[in-house]
């Protein structure tokens, strides 16, 4: 992926992805993030490197937590976790850390 540093929507829907993928598109300058339906356990830190992601769709894996590097996706205006494990208690911290994000849960 390293030759693909323009790309402003990456859509990897349905995909069966696993592991780190963000660690390999951290350098891209993401505005769209799909990565829904997928087989997902958690996000790396390395999110928090996607400085100007807007759109980020997480739905349907099996994320369970969230590093708090996703705290520094100031630009985020959707972020999609719906159909994962979350807690409640993880969605609201969201909320108030991301006041500006519509959390879809």
Partial sequence: ??????ISI???????????????????????????NNQMTGI?????????????????????SLPSEIFLL???KELNLSGNPLTIAQINNLKSKLPHTKVIF
Wanted: hydrophobic share 35%.
């Fill in 10 to 36: 990456l859509n990897l829907n349905h995909n069966q992805l696993q592991g780190n993928l963000i660690g390999q598109i951290c350098n891209m300058p993401l505005r769209t993030l799909e990565i829904s």
């Fill in 74 to 76: 100031t630009k985020l």
């Fill in 44 to 64: 790396p830190s390395q999110i928090g490197l996607l400085t100007h992601l807007q759109i980020l769709d997480l739905s349907n894996n099996k994320i369970s």
């Fill in 1 to 6: 992926m390293g030759g693909m540093r323009n």
